[in-house]
C-alpha cells in the first residue's frame, strides 16, 4: 500500500498563488514599485492616509491577504522544489519545514497586521 | 560535411563507448563517416559497425520510429537516431551518447529495467467492468470517449522522456513521464474500471507529485503523447481526491 | 557470476547542459523574486500599521534610485513568471471541449493574457490617486 503524499495541500495553494502572481502581480509591481514611488498616479497615491483607507476597507484587506499570503504559498513551494533540483536530497523535512513554515508565518503576520489596522 | 581527395562527403561522429569488462568509466571515440543527405544517425552507426568497429553496440529495430529501440542522445538531446539525420548537424560534428539518466550496460545500450517494472505495476491493460463473453459482442465507445484515450496510447516505450527529465534522473524512484502518461490512459478508457487501484500510484509521492513541470518530455516525444499533459492533468485529479475524501467519507472508495 | 556493470552518469551541473533546463531553471529562480516582493510588501503592511512615521520611512526607501533598480528587476521576474505560467498552463487543464472539438491551447493562453490585461487596467485605475 503505497503511502498518500500531502502535496496536494501544497500544490493547490502554489497553483493559486501561481495565477494570481500571473496576472495581477505585474501591474501591482509597477503601481507600488515605479508609478506611485515616481508620482505618476499622483502625488498622494501612495500617502499615509490613502493607504490605510485601503488597508481598512474589507475589499482592501481581501486584496492584501490574498496577494501576499498566496505569493508567499506559492513562491515557497518552487523554492524548496528549486532546493532538490539543486541536489539536497529529498526526504530531509528541515527544508520543508522552514520552508512552509515561513510562508505560513508570513501569512500569520499578514492576518494579525490587517486586523492591527483596524 | 568535409569532401575526401576523392569528393566524398563526410561527418564526424563522436560516440560514447563503454566496455564493463575492461572499462572503468565510459570514453568517447571519433569516427569519420561518410554521408549522404539522406542518411540518418541509425545508418552512420550502423556504417560504423559494418566498415569501422563492429564492436559497437546499439540497439535498433523497424527503423521507422514505431519499434521504440533506437533512442539516443544526440548532441545532448534525445531523439531516436532512425528519425534524426546527418545533414542537419553537418558541417559540425555529432556528439553520440546513450540516453540520459539511464545506467549505461554497454556503449549506447541502457538499462531499461526499471521502466518495465514500473510497467507492470500500473496495470497497462483494460480491466473490464463486468465479465463479457464473446456473445456480448465488442465494446462500443464514442468517438468523444476514443478522444480521451487515443493520445496517449501512442506511446512506443521509447524512454526519450526519461532521458529528457530531470526529476528522474535525480531520483529514479519517480514513476516518470511515460508510466504516468501509460497510466493515464487506461484510467482515460471508458472500458476500464481499475482507476481506483491506480489512483494509489498516481497520489504517492513517487507519483505525478515528482514531477515539477519542466515540460522537456512532451517536447521530445516522437509520438506526440504529451506525457507533460497527463502527469499535470492527473496533479488535478490527485487533488480533487484527495480533498473529497473530507468532503464525502462515506463511500468515498478509499 | 556476471559480467555486467551498469555505469550510472553524474548528476552533477545537470541544467547547465541543456538550454531547456537552463531555461527552466530562471522559472523556477523567478520564486526568489516574487518573495522578495511579497516581504517588501509585507513590512510595508507592517509601517501602515505602526503608524504615519514608520510608513513615511518605508515609503522613502521605496522611492530611493536602489528600490526602483530592484522593483524593475523584479518587475522582469514577474513578466517572466505569467509568460511561463500561461505557456504550460494548458498542460494541468483537463481537456476541454468546445463545440464536441477540443479547445485549442492557444486560446487558453490568449484569454489568460486578456484576463491579464484587463486586470491590470483594474488595478491601475483603483491605484490613481487623486
Known amino acids: 500500500m503505497r503511502a498518500r503524499s500531502n502535496e496536494p495541500i501544497f500544490w493547490a495553494l502554489f497553483g493559486a498563488g501561481g495565477t494570481l502572481a500571473a496576472v495581477l502581480l505585474p501591474s501591482i509591481i509597477v503601481v507600488t514599485g515605479v508609478a506611485g514611488p515616481l508620482g505618476w498616479l499622483g502625488p498622494d497615491a501612495m500617502s499615509h492616509a490613502r493607504a490605510l483607507a485601503f488597508a481598512q476597507s474589507w475589499f482592501g484587506k481581501l486584496f492584501v491577504f490574498g496577494v501576499i499570503s498566496l505569493v508567499f504559498w506559492h513562491a515557497f513551494h518552487r523554492i524548496y522544489h528549486s532546493l532538490h533540483d539543486l541536489g539536497v536530497q529529498r526526504g530531509l523535512g528541515v527544508f520543508k519545514v522552514v520552508s512552509y513554515g515561513l510562508a505560513a508565518l508570513a501569512t500569520l503576520t499578514t492576518a494579525i497586521t490587517l486586523l492591527r489596522i483596524g | ?254 | ?130
Open chain 3, 1 to 130: 557470476m556476471t559480467r555486467r556493470k551498469p555505469y550510472v552518469r553524474s548528476m552533477d551541473g545537470w541544467w547547465r547542459r541543456n538550454p531547456h533546463f537552463t531555461r527552466y531553471m530562471m522559472r523556477e529562480a523567478t520564486s526568489i523574486f516574487l518573495a522578495l516582493y511579497a516581504g517588501i510588501m509585507l513590512l510595508g503592511l507592517v509601517a501602515l500599521a505602526d503608524g504615519e512615521t514608520a510608513y513615511d520611512t518605508w515609503l522613502r526607501f521605496a522611492r530611493h534610485p536602489l528600490s526602483l533598480v530592484l522593483h524593475v528587476i523584479v518587475l522582469a521576474a514577474a513578466v517572466f513568471h505569467s509568460v511561463t505560467w500561461f505557456a504550460v498552463s494548458p498542460k494541468a487543464m483537463p481537456a476541454m471541449r468546445v463545440g464536441g472539438k477540443p479547445m485549442p491551447p492557444g486560446f487558453i493562453i490568449a484569454s489568460q493574457y486578456a484576463a491579464t490585461a484587463v486586470a491590470s487596467i483594474v488595478v491601475v485605475l483603483l491605484a490613481w490617486g487623486p
Open chain 2, 1 to 254: 560535411m568535409e569532401r575526401t581527395a576523392a569528393g566524398v562527403r563526410e561527418i564526424e561522429i563522436e560516440v560514447l563507448r563503454y566496455h564493463p569488462e575492461r572499462d572503468d568509466e565510459p570514453y568517447f571515440e571519433t569516427f569519420r563517416v561518410p554521408f549522404s543527405d539522406d542518411m540518418s544517425v541509425l545508418q552512420g552507426l550502423q556504417f560504423i559497425k559494418d566498415h569501422l568497429d563492429g564492436s559497437l553496440a546499439f540497439r535498433w529495430s523497424c527503423r521507422m520510429a514505431i519499434c521504440g529501440s533506437c533512442g539516443l542522445m544526440v548532441d545532448g538531446e534525445p531523439h531516436l537516431s532512425c528519425k534524426t539525420f546527418l545533414r542537419d548537424y553537418h558541417p559540425g560534428k555529432l556528439r553520440i551518447e546513450p540516453l540520459s539518466h539511464l545506467p549505461i550496460e554497454r556503449d549506447l545500450i541502457v538499462d531499461q529495467q526499471d521502466f518495465l517494472d514500473k510497467l507492470s505495476e500500473i496495470k497497462p491493460y483494460i480491466v473490464p467492468k463486468d465479465t463479457r463473453s464473446v456473445e456480448d459482442g465488442t465494446f462500443t465507445q464514442t468517438p468523444e470517449e476514443l478522444e480521451r484515450f487515443k493520445q496517449f496510447s501512442g506511446c512506443i516505450n521509447c524512454l526519450l522522456c526519461y532521458a529528457a527529465c530531470p526529476q528522474y534522473g535525480l531520483d529514479p524512484r519517480f514513476q516518470g513521464p511515460a508510466i504516468l502518461a501509460l497510466l493515464h490512459r487506461y484510467n482515460a478508457d471508458s472500458r476500464d474500471s481499475a482507476r481506483a487501484q491506480r489512483m494509489e500510484i498516481v497520489n504517492a509521492e513517487d507519483g505525478v507529485w515528482g514531477c515539477t513541470l519542466v515540460g522537456y518530455c512532451s517536447e521530445v516525444c516522437p509520438k506526440n503523447v504529451d506525457p507533460a499533459a497527463a502527469v499535470n492533468l492527473n496533479k488535478v485529479n490527485s487533488t480533487i481526491d484527495y480533498f473529497s475524501r473530507f468532503l464525502a467519507p462515506r463511500g468515498a472508495g478509499r
